[in-house]
């Protein structure tokens, strides 16, 4: 048996900036003052990409200071919204192709 791929999306930049927050330092003393005490590197992972592990107490903290729900941060790809159709899966890039060094003219 094949085992089944789940896909997810992460909202918080888009939640972030629902709150007028667009930079990722507005974030880090509003999860210092609810006891994440991140540093700012973290932080700005945090908001700026996917996270692949994320702890239960800074899920909720992002909750609280968003005044959302989990479901609202994490968005589990293929399963229908309430109401919308399943989002396309994401278009595969191109791989790249190796280069190849020709010598040119005048070389030995």
Request: one cysteine or more; charged letters at 25%; proline letters at 11%.
């Amino acid at each position: 048996m094949m085992a089944r791929k789940i896909g997810y999306r992460w909202h918080l930049r888009r939640l972030m900036a629902d709150k007028d927050m667009y930079a990722t330092t507005d974030l880090r003393p509003l999860l210092a003052e609810r006891g994440m005490m991140l540093s700012r590197a973290h932080v700005y992972r945090l908001v700026t990409k996917t996270p692949e592990r994320l702890s239960l107490v800074t899920l909720a903290a992002l909750c609280d200071i968003l005044g959302c729900q989990p479901g609202d941060l994490i968005e589990v790809a293929g399963k229908p919204a309430a109401g919308k159709p399943a989002p396309s899966p994401p278009a595969q890039r191109p791989r790249p192709v190796r280069a190849r060094v020709v010598p040119g003219p005048g070389a030995r």
